[in-house]
């Protein structure tokens, strides 16, 4: 099964307008992190947003936010007031537990975000 | 401060030949992770060093591909004998401890060409 499932593999929006991507994940382990990333034409992968399973708050990062519904295992990206700059590929990543697996991401295949004027 | 530096940025190879991609990451990070994009995919995880030591390599292909973190200088990622499957973008992460331990910050990637 798949860890980390983006469904959308392109979406537009206008400029100044909110935007979410959706994310879901699949574990059976308790703890565990969620992270977006950004990916621009130029190739860099740029950190957004991380949210712990513990956390009771929805993680925020200026325009960015995390809808993190557990129950659901979903953890959607929101992006507020787009902006052309946000033009790019979204990648959702999770980490399950700790220790000697700290670094092992599992990436969904991204979605492919548009803003247009 | 600087972020994760990777080079080069491009390289090109012919089949049989080796491909060496460094990594030095951000100032204070002891945690050194490898990935693969493929075209058109996600990224996949290969390995997770920390100096002099290799944590976890779960993802490494068993063949041709080694990657070490000496006690001085930057991360090695080394693909012998490279074929035309290994063209892709390797990226190289960084991360710290304690309650940094949750960001991790990728460096720009180093995009292969096997010709």
């Known amino acids: 099964a798949q860890k980390i499932t983006q469904t959308q593999p392109g979406m537009f929006v206008q400029e100044k307008e909110a935007v979410t991507l959706d994310c879901t994940y699949d574990?059976?382990?308790?703890?565990?992190?969620l992270f977006w990333y950004k990916q621009p034409s130029s190739g860099e992968m740029i950190f957004l947003i991380y949210q712990g399973s513990y956390d009771q708050q929805n993680a925020t990062e200026g325009r960015y936010s995390l809808n993190f519904q557990k129950a659901r295992k979903s953890a959607n990206l929101v992006i507020s007031a787009s902006q052309l700059g946000d033009s790019a590929m979204y990648f959702c990543?999770?980490?399950?537990?700790?220790?000697?697996?700290?670094?092992?991401?599992?990436f969904g295949r991204g979605t492919q975000l548009t803003v247009w004027p | 401060n600087a972020g994760v530096m990777q080079n080069p940025r491009h390289l090109v190879r012919r089949r049989g030949q080796e491909a060496r991609l460094r990594c030095s990451p951000m100032k204070g990070h002891s945690h050194v992770y490898w990935y693969r994009q493929l075209p058109e995919e996600g990224l996949k995880f290969m390995v997770y060093?920390?100096?002099?030591?290799?944590?976890?390599e779960s993802g490494m292909p068993k063949e041709r591909f080694s990657a070490e973190f000496p006690k001085e200088g930057p991360s090695i990622l080394r693909i012998q004998q490279v074929v035309r499957g290994d063209s892709a973008a390797y990226f190289c992460?960084?991360?710290?401890?304690?309650?940094?331990?949750?960001?991790?910050?990728f460096g720009e990637g180093s995009w292969l060409t096997v010709v």
């Open positions: 060093l920390q100096k002099e030591n290799i944590i976890d």
């Open positions: 992460a960084s991360s710290s401890t304690g309650r940094e331990e949750n960001t991790i910050y």
């Open positions: 574990t059976s382990d308790p703890s565990y992190g």
């Open positions: 990543a999770m980490r399950e537990g700790g220790g000697s697996t700290l670094g092992r991401l599992y």
